[in-house]
């Protein structure tokens, strides 16, 4: 809670930085306000309380989400600095990625539908605004519409549904939702379609099949820092939203969402990846691996079990890591204006710690040992085998080859002979080097010792 | 302890070769794998005065799923990994007068992939064999990709998903056979071979794990990826693969399906010992059409991978025997071949044998290292090479006479693929550039004496590589016949 207070009241000092002529110093006070809220989370590790009679639950759940956030947010400040200093903004972009981040605090804490749907909104409502950010930028401007159109669309859904769960059971809160399920004497139609259509509003938000057609554009679109955070913060707030909902409120009614998540599931990895082959843009091969990342978190969802949580944690986090390091080195491309996968050509041979680094964080995405995305997915098809779901096990399995195989061809580009002379190489600045360099060996860390971030949650 | 040290050093040396000065990398690198054929020794001879216990360890890794650290070396797994530190020193040894570009990177990866290699022979805990076996496979592939020939990369990406799509089978069938351990579930091999499986539940899971191992071997028809990757990729990473890395496959038959999957392999055995036939003709046929030396090894290699697969498949002792015989003989000579086709190739500029010829000549130290090699190749008496393949037909006979007579082939197909080879190469014609063919340099002669040594020693005296595995090869023997 005392996180979320925190990061909310730093994103009104960075509102007031013009205007109060303190905009030199807000990327120090940010970065101190972001490490003291990483300290109160680590403080406050171990309580369960919850606040404003029920409105918010801060468990080791919540608060191992948050922790996470902060944490990437934190490595995405190492790029995202440059981004507040913009002249031509009065210090709304930071103020901006700090609601967006109290957004996303208060959807992974909310024990209330209320608190998720203000939660989701302020996520949201800043994220559209930052997509568009780019005012000079036609695509930019593009993503932001796009991306506000089908998100008011997805909120409508999300609404609805809701008010059909409070016309069921009379009630925002999520134990009081639970007890009137269980009591069972309500409208199953009602109930059932309420379920669905915030399963929509949840599906559109993690950018799963068939609600994923904002997420290339959008990605490609928005600034790289801004789909940086998309891919990294939004996305693992979602996840950490979806699995509180659907493992305490929900779960009585499984028989009619699990199926359809399940389903999904298969279709969003398959799709992603199949996608991911025919991309020559890194930034948009990004996106759809995105995609194909959230089909194999819910993987986690369908099954849920007891090993669910802390494989969602780890595959949230180990994609965040590894998708960190793979926008350090499309920033660094973006500033030649050269966002193809063949921009990276011949970079092994010119910078060959740079080629390793970007290869292991490669490993790590395409989920080979002994790097974190491995082990994130090792769970995840562990989790889903002790489910019993080996058909979806398979499917994963088969998209994760087709994944290794544009991964790869990242790979495949560093390491080619080509004629590409030097200066038109990405040139990394020392920035988007330790970012690189931190991500490749968190994600080697983590993949060194997993146990100890999955028994976080559990 | 020895264990874990024999699987870190070469990990620790790679850092090192990485982080000290290039121009010293070759030096550094063989100095290490040196030190490490020391400690390989010291380990052998703790091994025989008191036994694999001494040599196994036990540390925690992921305590909440049943993952440690476990590593041990029996009989088995000890001769694997003399054969793996007894070859990496010889191809670090052979590239001495190739001059890569990056040595740093080059003979780092090299070094880790001893690393790798060591663990997955020593691995007693089957999510740690799957973590070092995939590991095995990312510094073959780079090197394959930073120093391979022309088409480097659509042939590496063929190999990386061949057997990558295998082993995530692997990963797979390995996941649900934990899950049937007796409660707590563990991954430790004691748990895994007390794991209740229906004869069903096998059939599936051969096939995940067969696949894994098939590929990597390979067994037709799942070797297309062999032949463009061993010929296309530099000498060192063909010995690699070659010499030691299918040995990963048939080691993980013996280690890991034998033992679990008796029920399986009684259903299919008989379908797999078919595909090993026909691999051994099909290879050997082919092989006799080759005009690339280093095709034709690579095709040679097939059948000969194939005869060990059908030895193992055979569920007998001499079978089993003759594969670990085999295993480390055909790892000397193919090492040894693939020497030769780089020794060749660096002088000629050329590995089509139609343009060569009549090498002999300048060479006489040469030719008759070379026919050593072949002979071994060839399986003559008194050669590495006959032990094994006599032991493996023995198997395969007792198994079923008739497809011991379609395997025989392999011996005769063999000396005809190999000495037409030798013929084209070394006899006849002198070609106008043979003359250009220089005497064998200091380090190439060292490295293929060693190797002509090890083939006559190993065929003369067998008995200490039999003795060594009989232990373990019963247990598994009789194992399979309780089962059956």
Known sequence: ?458 | MLTLVLIFFPFLAALGTLILPRDNAKMYSFVSSLIQLGLTAYAFTLFLTQGADVLAANYEWVPNLGISLQVGLDGISILLVALTNILVPLIILSSFRNNYSNPSAFYGLILLMQFALIGVFAAMDGFLFYVFWELALLPIWFICLMWGGEERIRITLKFFIYTLSGSLLMLLGLIFVYLQTPAPHSFSIDALYQASLTAEMQGYIFWCFFLAFAIKIPVFPFHTWQPDTYTDAPAQGSMLLSGIMLKMGVYGIIRWMLPILALGIAEWGNFVMILCAISIVYASVIAIYQKDFKRLIAYSSIAHVGLITAGVFSLSMQGLQGSMVQMLAHGINVVGLFFIADIIQRRMKTRQMDSLGGLANNSPLFSILFIIVLLGSVALPLTNGFVGEFLLLLGVYSYNTWLAAICGLTVILGAVYMFRAYQKVMLGEVHERSVEFTGLAKSEKVALIIIAALIIVCGVYPKPILSIAQPALEEIVLNLQGVN
């Open chain 1, 1 to 458: 809670m005392k996180a979320l207070i925190i990061i909310s009241i730093l994103g009104v000092i960075a509102m007031m930085a013009e205007v109060l002529r303190y905009k030199k110093l807000l990327v120090p006070i940010i970065v101190a306000g972001l490490f003291i809220a990483l300290a109160t989370v680590v403080m406050d590790w171990n309580t369960d309380i919850r606040y404003f009679n029920d409105m918010a639950y801060f468990n080791n759940y919540a608060l191992a989400f948050t922790g996470a956030i902060i944490f990437i947010t934190l490595l995405w400040m190492l790029l995202g600095q440059e981004y507040f200093k913009d002249t031509h903004t009065k210090g709304e972009h930071a103020a901006l990625i700090l609601f967006c981040l109290a957004g996303a605090i208060a959807m992974i804490s909310f024990s209330d539908l209320t608190l998720f749907f203000i939660g989701l909104e302020i996520l949201s409502i800043s994220l559209y605004v930052l997509a568009a950010s780019n005012k000079n930028d036609l695509r930019s401007n593009e993503a932001g519409l796009k991306y506000f159109l089908m998100g008011a669309f997805a909120t409508g859904f999300l609404l609805f549904g809701i008010a059909l769960i409070y016309g069921a059971t009379a009630t925002f809160n999520l134990q009081g939702i639970q007890a009137a399920l269980a009591k069972g004497a309500i409208s199953p139609l009602m109930v059932k379609t309420g379920v669905l259509l915030i399963l929509v509003g949840l599906l559109f938000k993690v950018s799963a099949a068939p609600f994923h057609f904002w997420a290339p554009d959008v990605y490609e679109g928005a600034p790289t820092l801004v789909t940086m955070f998309m891919a990294t913060v939004v996305k693992t707030a979602a996840f950490a939203a979806f699995y509180r909902l659907f493992s305490t409120c929900f779960i009585s009614l499984a028989d009619t969402w699990i199926p359809v998540v399940a389903v999904l599931s298969a279709i969003t990895m398959l799709l992603g990846n199949i996608m991911a082959v025919f991309q020559s843009s890194f930034k948009r091969m990004l996106a759809y691996s995105s995609i194909a990342h959230a089909g194999y978190m819910m993987m986690a969802i369908a099954a849920m079990n007891e090993v669910s949580a802390g494989s969602i944690f780890l595959y949230a986090i180990a994609y965040s890591i590894g998708s960190l390091g793979a926008f350090a080195c499309l920033h660094a491309m973006s500033s030649n204006g050269d966002e193809s996968i063949s921009g990276l050509n011949g970079l092994g041979n010119r910078q060959p710690k740079v080629a390793i680094f970007l290869s292991l964080i490669m490993f790590s995405l395409a989920g080979i040992p002994p790097v974190a995305g491995f082990f994130a997915k090792y769970y995840l098809f562990y989790g889903a085998l002790m489910g019993g779901y080996t058909w979806l096990v398979l499917i994963a399995v088969l998209s994760s080859l087709i994944g290794v195989y544009y991964y790869f061809r990242v790979i495949f580009a560093l390491f080619k002979t080509s004629p590409v002379s030097p200066e038109e190489l990405p040139k990394l600045l020392p920035k988007h080097y330790i970012l690189l360099v931190l991500s490749a060996i968190i994600s080697l860390g983590i993949g060194l010792s997993p146990a100890w971030l999955q028994s976080l949650i559990s």
